[in-house]
């Protein structure tokens, strides 16, 4: 429901500098990158993959085009890697507290302890954890974030912007600003980053506990 064109019109009004447009298992034709990135050069843009796996859905940086077999996670492992890639698991608990998901899928509630849960074979395979998410409950994000800590993970923030409406709530930041793509992962390695989140006067803070709710009281 957001198409591109939009996007960076609607991230300038968010106080966004830059984005990673992911489309779902497809990345956009290298020339298409070129005229979209000119047309919108006071904006950093990188062009990235949401990767649906057997581990969930996974946001790849670094590779220039689409390889057939990476929806199997080892498999997208190996490719970044052989180009020095980044690996983020998108949303890692999305739903995972509704009884009613769990009754569909016909599995036992969750029930991991933040600790148990950084266990998870995804978690091995990662370079970081997407913490915040706009289309996340907060439960959801503030169990993201703990099991980022005992897993050691860098930690990702970002829209998942299918409408305007979730882009600017969550974003990435970084300790500099972003110049290339080349930076951009240099930065993503080096772990130069953090999620940020808009309190309700506007200022990006760093998400951890509590401040999902301190944002919200906060008055000019």
């Not at 599995?107 to 849960?117: D, K, R, V, W």
């Amino acid at each position: 429901m957001l198409d591109p064109t939009e996007l960076p019109e609607v991230a300038r009004a968010a106080r966004l500098t830059g984005y990673n447009l992911a489309e779902h298992d497809q990345i956009w034709e290298r020339h298409r990158q070129i005229a979209y990135r000119s047309e919108h050069d006071d904006l950093f843009v990188n062009f990235g993959i949401e990767v649906s796996t057997e581990f969930g859905h996974m946001l790849a940086i670094g590779l220039k085009q689409y390889v057939g077999g990476i929806r199997r996670a080892p498999k997208l492992r190996e490719e970044l890697d052989k180009v020095g890639g980044f690996l983020i698991v998108a949303h890692p608990f999305r739903h995972v507290f509704d009884p009613v998901t769990a009754m569909r899928k016909g599995g036992e509630p969750f029930n991991l302890t933040p600790e148990q849960a950084a266990e998870l074979p995804v978690f091995k395979l990662v370079n970081a954890i997407e913490i915040g998410n706009a289309a996340n409950t907060p439960r959801e994000n503030y169990f993201a974030a703990e099991v980022a800590k005992y897993a050691g993970l860098p930690t990702t923030g970002g829209s998942d912007a299918h409408s305007r409406s979730g882009v600017g709530n969550f974003a990435t930041g970084f300790a500099e600003k972003v110049r290339d793509e080349e930076h951009f992962l240099e930065l993503l390695h080096a772990r130069k980053m953090e999620c940020v989140h808009k309190t309700a006067t506007g200022r990006w803070v760093r998400f951890e506990a509590g401040s999902l709710e301190a944002g919200a009281a906060e008055t000019e």
